[in-house]
């Protein structure tokens, strides 16, 4: 129980420390396509399947009973949104309008974004 608390705070910590430096990064992204706030959607859901995740060992060590049934809520709508903002990423990143990788502002955020889908699927 305590490492996985312990996981999910480094968890969370990384994933703001990331969200820093993609904001800082992103700032000044203007490329034709939302490109900091898919990163920062990324992010986000990331630390909520590391919260999901938390919650999960909880509920099976205190309360068993529910913890099948929140494995699949979890499964349903942080997964399957997950799954989503991808496949949006997705069509952000083959867009015609996505210029990012042109311009030297967007460079980094733009090869984020891309590792970040290519992780995302695997």
Known sequence: MEM???DTMTDIIFNGL?????IYLGKDA???????NWNLG????LTLRSISSLIKVIL????????NTWTLASYLFVDG????????GNILFYSSKNL??????SKVIYNLMQVLLIIGYF
Request: one cysteine or more; aromatic letters at 20%.
């Open 4 to 6: 996985a608390r312990r």
């Open 18 to 22: 990331l969200a820093v430096m993609v």
């Open 30 to 36: 203007d490329c034709g396509i939302p490109i900091l």
């Open 42 to 45: 990324y992010l986000l859901l």
């Open 60 to 67: 099976t060590r205190y309360y068993f009973e529910y913890a």
């Open 81 to 88: 949104s997950f799954l989503i903002w991808l496949i949006y």
């Open 100 to 105: 990012c990788g042109t311009l030297p502002e």
